[in-house]
């Protein structure tokens, strides 16, 4: 049983794993996509690799607002057998 | 000449020490605890704190490395910045807040939680050793390079001088001023790139044919493929250049040819130059502009003397140019003036940019030569991934290229927050929300620095200043080219960005010896002031251990040195601080198999890889008996397999058996 903290944390992780691996298929089997320039004259390697650093922070921030700073009990040791 | 040495670098070099030694000194008197030596008494404050994980994380390789990397081949070096960050979010939204209620000290007290068994601590102890050491080498070796042109010392100089102060830091303070010290260098980071930054958008872009010191490189040209040809392969003895009456070619052995580089003498001054041959097109059918000498560099050991550029060299009088320059604008544009975020990049990807390559040769002499040559290069495909040889693998064809890509990007992205030196940072605060803060604090910085790494190398690119034989001096280089003030901080920072992460490592190493193996080698428990003294014996002898490595390992690619201790990290920890927390049929047998499986396949295979026989042992890469070089893809799953196996086959033991 997960405490409701740790399944947003995993939640958050699933959408930005998400979002960085397709950006390293992208890379690693289309990658004349990412010479594509879509806005701005800005080709799309340099829009998705800052988008990621963005979202990264994005991500935190909601994470951080959104977690219950009195959920402190530690996921795995809860029900374990050992 | 590229490096001058001056006196108001030296003076704000010293100034730097002076103030971190300070700073470490005064704040040394308050911990005397181990509770205070290793986790500064979990009193930091999380905004501190997360500052002081950027400080710890922008180590050498960040700051020299990925800017030297974008400096000289373009976007690739950018790939790391955003491996390097996203691995944070790991950290953040799976390990953070669970390592901080589960440990004290290090890292193996969280593995360690809930078995206490000595066998557990005896692993992850060594496995934090190893890391640790692994990217103790890279920070050593960053220490020497900054050294040599700041101050002008010889590299062991600067490996001797960084680990000797790093061990009074420590060995005087331990987390507290290792903290503090982060804190300082990560937030005078921060600010100088952005000053950096701001200062190359200001500057914008201008077109020109040489560097900073206002040398302009020749070019020849265009000449008709078929009468260039015969006059390098000496038309009946005539090899007089077409056009130019004084240069002749040399005759070389045919690795030249090959290499598309040739070299002339001038026959009233004998002076000799190095050329590289370029077109448009492809050389064999180029199209209506015709084939173009571009002037070369060369660098050549002759009796034991540096040559350079065909003369020997004299330190600041005669000597390589600097170099980074842009041939053509949009538009024909000679300058652009200050620049925006976006139009930075759009008129880059319009622009042609001239990198520089480098090829190692003989002459006809048999003497050694490193040509370093111009390759004018489309800004779109300056902009683009895979140009550089470490990320070849996306632009190949090959399945083992591509695999190796991909390894190298999961090791980034598990690394980080498999990293001891990051791990120990979670115990210098309160509790897990103040952990949490202080990691969307470290995101916030490091992101906000990583972006910046982008604009710093692309601008350094461009500068005029760069030294075509070290990569990794890039930055400083680019702030010298702005003002001699900028060179001498940014220079101090990035030693002190050394002395911060080189401290954090030895800190986790000593945690590692005195925490988790001292109960293993010592059958009594040690007290609290038994611990603290073995915690700063093993300081010194970690951070002997890490100047001798440092000086062996001078001349080796610092990013490339850091790309190991992820792997490793990632591969030997990872797997079973995931698991621990959250698969509740984790053993204690299982973590054991699982950190020694992922510690030694990963450095095995490390040590069997391709780039490994060729840089570190000068064998043939293709005598590799490992597929590709980045062992993550391969080793972190093993990591998890191994541990999921071994619990399973113990699981019953371990719930009836005694805890050891």
């Given at each position: 049983m997960l405490t409701r903290n740790a399944r947003i944390g995993l939640m958050l992780f699933a959408f930005y794993l998400l979002v960085y691996v397709g950006y390293v298929l992208i890379n690693a089997l289309d990658p004349e996509l990412m010479e594509w320039t879509p806005i701005a004259g800005v080709n799309l390697a340099i829009w998705y690799g800052m988008g990621l650093i963005a979202l990264a922070f994005v991500m935190a921030l909601i994470y951080g607002y959104v977690c219950d700073p009195h959920d402190e009990q530690t996921p795995g040791t809860k029900g374990g057998d050992q | 000449m590229i490096y001058d040495r001056s006196l108001l670098s030296i003076l704000v070099f010293l100034a730097f020490v002076a103030v971190t030694l300070g700073l470490s000194f005064y704040l040394g008197r308050k911990a005397k605890s181990s509770a205070g030596y290793f986790a500064a008494h979990g009193q930091i404050p999380w905004f501190v704190n997360g500052v002081a994980f950027a400080g710890d994380y922008l180590s050498a390789a960040s700051f020299l490395g990925i800017c030297g990397m974008i400096a000289f081949s373009?976007?690739?070096g950018f790939l790391y910045s955003i491996g390097y960050l996203a691995g944070w979010i790991v950290a953040l939204f799976v390990i953070a807040e669970p390592m901080k209620r589960l440990g004290k000290f290090t890292f193996a007290d969280a593995l360690d939680a809930k078995f206490q068994s000595r066998g557990v601590k005896l692993t992850v102890g060594i496995s934090t050793l190893a890391v640790s050491l692994f990217y103790l080498i890279p920070q050593m070796v960053g220490a020497g390079v900054l050294v040599t042109p700041l101050l002008g010392f010889p590299h062991w100089v600067g490996v001797v001088l960084v680990g000797s102060i790093v061990i009074l830091i420590v060995v005087t303070a331990g987390m507290v001023s290792t903290t503090w010290v982060q804190f300082l260098k990560g937030s005078l980071l921060v600010v100088f790139s952005t000053v950096l930054t701001a200062m190359i958008l200001a500057r914008g872009f201008e077109t020109k044919s040489g560097g900073a010191d206002g040398y302009e490189f020749r070019t020849l040209g265009p000449f008709e493929v078929v009468p260039l040809a015969m006059a390098m392969a000496g038309n009946e003895g005539d090899f007089t250049?077409?056009?130019?009456?004084?240069l002749a070619f040399r005759p070389l052995p045919a690795a030249w040819n090959e290499a598309k580089l040739v070299q002339t003498i001038d026959s009233e001054t004998e002076e000799i130059t190095t050329w590289s041959l370029w077109s448009n097109g492809k050389l064999e059918s180029p199209p209506e502009g015709g084939v173009y000498l571009l002037e070369a560099q060369s660098v050549a050991v002759i009796d034991d003397k540096t040559h350079v550029n065909g003369k020997p060299q004299v330190l600041g009088k005669h000597d390589l140019h600097p170099v980074g320059h842009i041939r053509e604008l949009p538009d024909g544009q000679t300058e652009t003036g200050s620049l925006g975020l976006l139009t930075f990049f759009s008129t880059l990807q319009q622009s042609e940019v001239v990198l520089w390559g480098n090829k190692k040769l003989k002459d006809a002499d048999g003497n050694d030569v490193t040509v370093y040559f111009q390759k004018p290069t489309p800004g779109s495909q300056v902009l683009r991934?895979?140009?550089n040889p470490t990320f070849a693998g996306i632009r190949s064809k090959n399945l083992s290229d591509k695999l190796n890509f991909l390894s190298l990007m999961l090791a980034l992205f598990c690394g980080t927050a498999s990293l001891p030196h990051i791990l120990i940072?979670?115990?210098?605060?309160?509790d897990g929300a103040a952990a949490r803060k202080s990691t969307i604090v470290g995101i916030a910085s490091i992101g906000f620095f990583y972006v910046l790494t982008l604009y710093m190398g692309l601008g350094a690119m461009t500068s005029g200043s760069l030294d075509v034989t070290n990569s990794n001096m890039a930055a400083p280089l680019l702030a010298k080219g702005m003002s001699e003030w900028l060179f001498a901080v940014i220079s101090a920072i990035a030693f002190t960005t050394v002395l911060g992460t080189v401290s954090g490592l030895i800190l986790a190493s000593a945690g590692a010896v005195a925490h988790d193996l001292s109960g293993f080698v010592f059958k009594q428990k040690l007290n609290d002031a038994e611990k603290v003294r073995l915690a700063k014996i093993s300081s010194v002898a970690v951070g002997a251990i890490a100047i001798v490595l440092g000086i062996l390992f001078k001349g080796m690619n610092v990013t490339f040195l850091v790309g190991w201790a992820f792997s490793v990290a990632a591969s030997a920890n990872l797997p079973a601080l995931v698991m621990l927390l959250f698969w509740k049929g984790t053993t204690k047998q299982g973590i054991t198999a699982a950190v020694f499986v992922g510690m030694v396949s990963s450095l095995t295979w490390i040590l069997l890889s391709g780039d490994t026989y060729k840089d570190v042992y000068g064998l043939d890469p293709k005598d590799s008996p490992v597929p590709f070089s980045q062992p993550g893809i391969v080793t972190i799953p093993l990591g998890f397999v191994t541990l999921w196996v071994v619990s399973l086959l113990t699981r019953n033991k371990t719930s009836a058996g005694p805890r050891t």
């Open positions: - | 373009g976007y690739d250049v077409p056009g130019q009456t004084r991934p895979g140009e940072r979670y115990y210098t605060v309160k």
